[in-house]
């Protein structure tokens, strides 16, 4: 996924997937 440079990216990412 992301390399931790959107927080908040990631969390969406791991909501929607």
Known sequence: M???RNP???IN???YF
Do not use: F, I, N
């Open 2 to 4: 992301l390399k931790r």
């Open 8 to 10: 908040k990216l990631e």
């Open 13 to 15: 990412l791991k909501r």
